[in-house]
């Protein structure tokens, strides 16, 4: 049995005070000055800690309340409220919401797993990963001491071309075609995100983070400087098509991720005249045609596609279809075409949860890019301001590199954990068989297809009895 892949999480403090959920407002009209307030009476001492953040205006309060609510029950004139912080309410959009930003910046200072509680309180169902449900059936027969005890669970994966059976030549030896992959101890790559207020000092940080995690970092070659080069390895240059320089690329790497383009045949050529040994991944968009496309590069050779998805989850020309969808239906047509097992598919596009990435893998994927998590991992609030070219309110450019790279460890290391936590629960022991495993889920969209469907449309101003 291999060594136990562990990320090696540590507690790395914020920079800034995080936006809190809630805050506490204390009238003083009416107070009718009780010999001992219930205010001294907080076990957190939150009253006699306040003060103010002078660099960020914020009232400590807000963030070293625990929310036990017994200053706000105790106060015989009710006079002390908690109510919800406007700023963290306004925080992010309809996709990076502020929920799931708090809980990417808890991940990232502790390397721990969110708790919220006993009990699920969220609908029932929603759009995009919300509409697919893990079977947990073996919860009930969980490892028997976890998922860091004795029964292994890899969560390995292998990117690149795998022949469906090796041939031997003379002496034994294996013939020409052997695999050409590059493993990797998680099925995460992290990405550089769209936008962001980033440095040379960021792309250090998450250069380092992606060779200590044994996964890769696709960035575009114009922000590989020096020290980004030497984890050459470790890196996915990505290119865009118009700007085929790759005189920053250095030598060493492994992967090189070019987009679908006219001529195709000649980047093949050019790669392989450029970074000899390299493996090639074509990056398609999710939209209409892909599984075409995708079919056409596999019969053409290539062995990993990357289906690029939008920074909100979905298709590139149709807001109204997810990820998962583009995934199971390019998955499903390289299965159909009996060519799946012998090529990798990458996909991108939203995945902001640890849930994604199982999800994004039953559905078909054999590892998935994350891009905005790392850069909310460096505390980013989604403002959005650096794309007007203003100040970022937490500096992000100004993030030591050693910082950014524990920071990002400790969000893959407690995403790692949850991976491992969703396939004990499910009874999978390697995330390379998890892949396309889609009876280990359930689809709402089916599921409702296949118990309402029969019973027809209700007509507008037709009234059930
Ligand atoms: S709600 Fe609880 S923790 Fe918060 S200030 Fe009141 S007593 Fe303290
Ligand atoms: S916090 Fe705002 S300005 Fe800073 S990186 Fe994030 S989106 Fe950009």
Redesign the pocket.
């Given at each position: 049995m291999p060594a136990k892949y562990v990320i090696h999480t540590e507690q790395t403090a914020n920079r800034f005070r995080p936006l809190s959920k809630s805050g506490v407002i204390a009238w003083e009209e009416g107070c009718l000055k009780c010999p001992v307030c219930v205010k001294r009476q907080c076990v957190y001492g939150v009253y006699d800690k306040r003060g103010v953040d002078s660099r960020q205006m914020m009232d400590s309060i807000d963030y070293l309340c625990m929310n036990c609510f017994r200053c706000v029950q105790n106060c015989p004139k009710e006079l002390i409220h908690k109510s919800l912080n406007p700023e963290y309410v306004a925080m992010g959009d309809y996709h990076w919401s502020p929920d799931i930003i708090s809980r990417l910046w808890y991940q990232a200072e502790t390397g721990k797993i969110p708790v919220s509680g006993a009990g699920y309180p969220g609908p029932f169902s929603g759009p995009g990963f919300d509409s697919m449900w893990t079977d947990m059936s073996e919860i009930v027969r969980p490892t028997r001491d976890g998922i860091h005890g004795r029964e292994y669970i890899s969560t390995m994966v292998d990117l690149g071309r795998k022949p469906g059976y090796l041939l031997f030549g003379e002496g034994n030896k294996i013939g020409d075609d052997r695999p050409e992959v590059i493993s990797i101890p998680v099925p995460i790559i992290l990405r550089v995100p769209e936008?962001?207020?980033l440095s040379e000092l960021t792309f250090e940080g998450w250069a380092r983070a992606a060779a200590e995690l044994g996964t890769l970092l696709a960035l575009e070659p114009g922000r590989i400087s020096p020290f980004v080069g030497q984890k050459a390895s470790s890196l996915m240059p990505v290119l865009d098509g118009s700007n085929m320089d790759t005189a920053s690329i250095p030598e060493g790497i492994r992967i090189i991720e070019v987009p679908d383009q006219d001529g195709f045949q000649e980047v093949l050529d050019w790669v392989n005249d450029s970074f000899p040994g390299a493996l090639l991944c074509v990056r398609v968009p999710m939209a209409e045609g892909m599984v075409e496309k995708t079919l056409a590069l596999v019969q053409a050779g290539v062995s990993i596609v990357h289906l690029e998805g939008t920074w909100d989850g979905r298709w590139q020309d149709d807001g109204k279809r997810f990820v998962k969808d583009g995934i199971r239906a390019v998955h499903l047509a390289l299965v159909e075409k009996g060519i799946r097992d012998g090529m990798t598919l990458l996909a991108s596009g939203g995945l902001s949860m640890a849930e994604h990435v199982a999800k994004a893998i039953i559905c078909g994927a054999d590892a998935v890019f994350i891009d905005f998590p790392i850069?909310i991992a460096l505390e980013?609030?989604?403002?959005?301001?650096?794309?007007k070219e203003?100040s970022?309110?937490?500096d992000?450019a100004k993030a030591e590199a050693q910082w950014v790279a524990q920071r990002v460890i400790n969000l893959v290391g407690a995403w790692h954990n949850q991976l491992l936590e969703v396939m004990g629960a499910m009874g999978m022991r390697d995330a390379r068989r998890l892949r396309g495993e889609a009876g280990r889920a359930m689809f709402f969209e089916e599921l409702e297809e296949s118990t309402f469907a029969e019973m027809g449309e209700i007509e507008e101003g037709v009234e059930l009895e």
């Amino acid at each position: 049995m291999p060594a136990k892949y562990v990320i090696h999480t540590e507690q790395t403090a914020n920079r800034f005070r995080p936006l809190s959920k809630s805050g506490v407002i204390a009238w003083e009209e009416g107070c009718l000055k009780c010999p001992v307030c219930v205010k001294r009476q907080c076990v957190y001492g939150v009253y006699d800690k306040r003060g103010v953040d002078s660099r960020q205006m914020m009232d400590s309060i807000d963030y070293l309340c625990m929310n036990c609510f017994r200053c706000v029950q105790n106060c015989p004139k009710e006079l002390i409220h908690k109510s919800l912080n406007p700023e963290y309410v306004a925080m992010g959009d309809y996709h990076w919401s502020p929920d799931i930003i708090s809980r990417l910046w808890y991940q990232a200072e502790t390397g721990k797993i969110p708790v919220s509680g006993a009990g699920y309180p969220g609908p029932f169902s929603g759009p995009g990963f919300d509409s697919m449900w893990t079977d947990m059936s073996e919860i009930v027969r969980p490892t028997r001491d976890g998922i860091h005890g004795r029964e292994y669970i890899s969560t390995m994966v292998d990117l690149g071309r795998k022949p469906g059976y090796l041939l031997f030549g003379e002496g034994n030896k294996i013939g020409d075609d052997r695999p050409e992959v590059i493993s990797i101890p998680v099925p995460i790559i992290l990405r550089v995100p769209e936008f962001g207020d980033l440095s040379e000092l960021t792309f250090e940080g998450w250069a380092r983070a992606a060779a200590e995690l044994g996964t890769l970092l696709a960035l575009e070659p114009g922000r590989i400087s020096p020290f980004v080069g030497q984890k050459a390895s470790s890196l996915m240059p990505v290119l865009d098509g118009s700007n085929m320089d790759t005189a920053s690329i250095p030598e060493g790497i492994r992967i090189i991720e070019v987009p679908d383009q006219d001529g195709f045949q000649e980047v093949l050529d050019w790669v392989n005249d450029s970074f000899p040994g390299a493996l090639l991944c074509v990056r398609v968009p999710m939209a209409e045609g892909m599984v075409e496309k995708t079919l056409a590069l596999v019969q053409a050779g290539v062995s990993i596609v990357h289906l690029e998805g939008t920074w909100d989850g979905r298709w590139q020309d149709d807001g109204k279809r997810f990820v998962k969808d583009g995934i199971r239906a390019v998955h499903l047509a390289l299965v159909e075409k009996g060519i799946r097992d012998g090529m990798t598919l990458l996909a991108s596009g939203g995945l902001s949860m640890a849930e994604h990435v199982a999800k994004a893998i039953i559905c078909g994927a054999d590892a998935v890019f994350i891009d905005f998590p790392i850069l909310i991992a460096l505390e980013c609030r989604m403002c959005r301001r650096c794309l007007k070219e203003l100040s970022c309110p937490v500096d992000v450019a100004k993030a030591e590199a050693q910082w950014v790279a524990q920071r990002v460890i400790n969000l893959v290391g407690a995403w790692h954990n949850q991976l491992l936590e969703v396939m004990g629960a499910m009874g999978m022991r390697d995330a390379r068989r998890l892949r396309g495993e889609a009876g280990r889920a359930m689809f709402f969209e089916e599921l409702e297809e296949s118990t309402f469907a029969e019973m027809g449309e209700i007509e507008e101003g037709v009234e059930l009895e």
